[in-house]
């Protein structure tokens, strides 16, 4: 065999992964900040438009739940006082600019990108299973049929979202590749002048 032939198994820069981890996060991280906003916007609210309850309510009042629009606004009531929305929408809100801002690091080949944006998927992990919890709490009190099991189902996909855009961040920094990649990408050549 040849000693001067590369090594078929070395492990080498991988430049791709790192800028298409880096695009997936800021893709997600706007998902998670039209939940925030509209979390925050009902945070807001001190009763729901009769339009808004409609257009909820629709739906499960069609397959025999029958649920009122004042068992609604009682629902939307609970959660506002017991800072529900402000919960979730804070910290979705959190992870979200931290997601782009570490998804604009990784692109950029910056490896401090990737454990911002972890720290902030973290944050909007637990707050949106506290925030999470309230709702349920209050779905469970006032609501019936699938619209309190749409609580529930809700306060899952939240916390799988959160957690797959945590595990996104977290790739970078431990794939070997990526790791070569980042040192690459940041190396500083120090060149000395010999004219002098």
């Known amino acids: 065999m040849n000693s001067d032939a590369p090594d078929m198994f070395a492990i080498r820069p991988d430049h ?23 979390d925050l ?10 339009a808004y309850m409609e257009q909820i309510l629709e739906t499960p009042n069609q397959q025999g739940d029958n649920v009122s629009f004042e068992q609604y606004q009682a629902y939307h009531q609970e959660v506002n006082d017991n800072n529900g929305y ?27 990108g990737g454990k911002i944006a972890l720290s902030g998927a973290l944050v909007a992990f637990v707050g949106g299973i506290v925030g999470n919890m309230v ?13 309190r099991d749409n609580a529930e189902y809700f306060g899952y996909a939240c916390g799988i979202c959160t957690f797959f855009v945590a595990a996104l961040a977290l790739l970078p920094l431990i794939n070997a590749r ?19």
């Open 16 to 38: 791709k992964g790192p800028k298409t981890v880096g695009i997936l996060l800021i893709v997600f991280s706007i998902f998670l900040a039209f939940v925030a906003k509209a």
């Open 41 to 50: 916007d009902l945070a807001n609210t001190e009763e729901v438009s009769n």
């Open 86 to 112: 402000q919960i979730r929408g804070i910290s979705l809100a959190i992870g979200s600019a931290t997601g782009i801002i570490g998804g604009i690091l990784l692109y950029r080949m910056k490896p401090i």
């Open 135 to 147: 709702f349920y709490d209050a779905a469970n009190k006032h609501l019936n049929g699938t619209i």
């Open 178 to 196: 990526a790791r070569l990649a980042f040192d690459e990408a940041n190396t500083v050549d120090l060149v000395q002048d010999e004219s002098e």
